[in-house]
C-alpha cells in the first residue's frame, strides 16, 4: 500500500513551480540520481502544467510505493476536468514536433520509469509518475515524513507574495495621504474664509492637491502592474527556466554517461522550453508596450500595415487575407494598430482547423466619431463560455493549440483599444469569429 507523504493543489502556475521544487526536494532525499531528480522533476511540472492550462486545477500527491519487491517514488497528478477523448491515440504514436498536442504527455513519459495515464469522459484525468529508488534508499517512516512536511513548510516567501505585501503596503500609504490631503484642504477652506486675498493662492493649492490625488491613482494603477509583472516574471519565465535548467542537467548526464539515444529525446523538449520562454518575453515586452504614452503618430497605410502583419506571421497557403476595397490612411500610432492586428491574426492563423479555402477577412466603416473594424474567419469559432474572460490576462481558449499562447495577446489588444478610448468585443455562434473593434475617426486622413 502506498506511503503518502505529501499533496498539494493545483490551481496556477506558482503551484506547478511548487510541485517541480518538492519533486527535486523528495527525490534528493531518497538518494535518486541528480540527473534522474531533475528528469522526474520535469516530468511532474509538465503534467501539472497540463492541469493548469487544460483544465484549471487539479492535485498532485506524492508517495513511496513498492511494486513486485522494487521501491518507488510515486506521483499521482488528478483532475477532474472533461477527460482526454483519443489518449490511446496520443499516447501510441511517434511526434516529430514539441509543439502538437500530446507532446507533453509523450515526453513526461521517456523521462521517468513508469508512467501510467487514465482519462473518462467527464470524470477527469490521472497521471501516475514513478521513480526507481536505489536498493540502499533510506527508509522512510511516518515520523520522518512528517518532519520533511514541516521543512517544506518553512520555506521562505515567494517573490509574488513578497511583492503582494509590499503592495499592500503601498496602497495603505495612499490611504494615509489621502486621508491627509483630505485635512490639508478642509485647513485651507479655512483660510479662504479668513482671507479673501488668498483666494486664488488656495485655489492654485486645490489644483495641485487634485493633481496629486490623480497621481496616487496612477500610481496604485502602477502598482497593479507590477503585481502583474512580478507573476510572469517569477512564474511564467521561471517555470521555463526550471525546465531547462533539469532538462540540460539531464542531457549533461546522458552525455556523460554515453546515453546518445536518450540526450536526442531531451533536445526536443529543450527547444520547446526556449521556444515557451521567447513567446512569453515577447509577449511582456508588447503588454509593457500597450501601456505606454506618447508614442509618435506617423501616416500609416492600412492595407500597407495588414500586408506587413502576414508576412511576419508567415501565412500559411491555404488561409487566404480578404481586405477592403476601400483604401483608409490614418495619422495614428502605427506601432498600436500593429500590434492590435498581429494579434487577432495570428490568433486566427493559430486557430484555424481548416487546410484549404481558410479565409480572415478585414472590413471597415465610419460612425460618427469611430471607424469600426473587424475580423471575420471561417475557423471553428469560439465558445459562448469564453465570451466574457477571453480578454483577460492569462486566458485562453481550450482548444489544440493553446498549450503555446501565453495568454496575453487579447489582454494586449484590449489594453490598447481602451487606452485609445475605444471597445473590443467579439462574436461567435457555431463555426466563425468576429472580432470587432473601434478607432478614432479623427486620425483619418481625408483625401
Known amino acids: 500500500m502506498p506511503k503518502v507523504i ?25 538518494g535518486i540520481t541528480i540527473g534522474n531528480q531533475t528528469k522526474f522533476a520535469t516530468a511532474v511540472s509538465e503534467i501539472c502544467r497540463n492541469v493548469v492550462e487544460h483544465v484549471g486545477s487539479g492535485t498532485i500527491q506524492y508517495s513511496l510505493t513498492e511494486v513486485q519487491s522494487i521501491n518507488y517514488l510515486e506521483a499521482i497528478v488528478s483532475d477532474r476536468g472533461r477527460g482526454i477523448g483519443n489518449v490511446d491515440f496520443l499516447m501510441n504514436r511517434n511526434i516529430g514536433s514539441s509543439h502538437i498536442k500530446g507532446a507533453g504527455l509523450l515526453n513526461s513519459r521517456k523521462l521517468v520509469d ?38 517544506f513548510d518553512q520555506d521562505g ?10 503592495n499592500m503596503q503601498l496602497l495603505e500609504v495612499l490611504e494615509q495621504l489621502r486621508e491627509r490631503n483630505e485635512v490639508a484642504e478642509q485647513r485651507l477652506q479655512e483660510i479662504s474664509r479668513l482671507n ?8 492654485d493649492i486645490q489644483v495641485l492637491l487634485q493633481e496629486r490625488e490623480s497621481q496616487n491613482t496612477q500610481l496604485q494603477s502602477i502598482n ?46 529543450l527547444q520547446q522550453q526556449t521556444a515557451r520562454m521567447d513567446q512569453f518575453i515577447m509577449s511582456i515586452l508588447a503588454y509593457s508596450l500597450a501601456g505606454r504614452k506618447n508614442i509618435t503618430k506617423v501616416e500609416t497605410d492600412l492595407h500597407e500595415l495588414v500586408k506587413g502583419v502576414t508576412e511576419l506571421l508567415n501565412l500559411p497557403d491555404y488561409i487566404t487575407i480578404i481586405l477592403p476595397e476601400t483604401p483608409l490612411k490614418l495619422r495614428t500610432e502605427s506601432i498600436l494598430l500593429h500590434q492590435v492586428f498581429s494579434n487577432l491574426i495570428g490568433n486566427a492563423i493559430k486557430y484555424h482547423d481548416l487546410k484549404q479555402d481558410a479565409t480572415i477577412e478585414l472590413s471597415f466603416t465610419q460612425q460618427g466619431d469611430w471607424l469600426y473594424f473587424a475580423l471575420q474567419d471561417n475557423g471553428p469559432g469560439i465558445p459562448a463560455r469564453s465570451h466574457q474572460h477571453i480578454f483577460n490576462v492569462y486566458q485562453t481558449v481550450n482548444m489544440d493549440s493553446a498549450g503555446n499562447s501565453t495568454g ?40
Open 6 to 30: 505529501l499533496k498539494i493543489n493545483i490551481n496556477n502556475e506558482l503551484d506547478v513551480v511548487l510541485a517541480y521544487k518538492r519533486a527535486k526536494q523528495l527525490s534528493e532525499r531518497l
Open 114 to 151: 513508469y508512467f501510467n495515464i487514465q482519462s473518462e469522459s467527464e470524470k477527469g484525468t490521472k497521471v501516475t509518475l514513478r521513480q526507481r529508488l536505489a536498493h540502499n534508499a533510506p527508509t522512510v517512516t511516518k515520523a520522518i515524513a512528517e518532519n520533511w512536511v514541516m521543512e
Open 157 to 166: 516567501v515567494s517573490p509574488y507574495a513578497e511583492i503582494k505585501r509590499q
Open 196 to 203: 479673501k486675498q488668498l483666494q486664488q493662492t488656495n485655489n
Open 224 to 269: 497593479e502592474d507590477l503585481d502583474t509583472f512580478a507573476h510572469t516574471v517569477s512564474h511564467d519565465l521561471r517555470a521555463p527556466l526550471q525546465n531547462i535548467n533539469g532538462l540540460s542537467e539531464a542531457l549533461k548526464d546522458c552525455l556523460s554517461t554515453n546515453k546518445l539515444t536518450e540526450a536526442k529525446t531531451l533536445l526536443p523538449m
Open 408 to 447: 496575453l495577446g487579447l489582454s494586449i489588444v484590449k489594453r490598447i483599444i481602451t487606452g485609445k478610448g475605444g471597445k473590443v468585443w467579439l462574436e461567435s455562434e457555431g463555426r466563425g469569429t468576429r472580432f470587432s473593434f473601434t478607432w478614432p475617426a479623427s486620425e483619418v486622413i481625408k483625401e
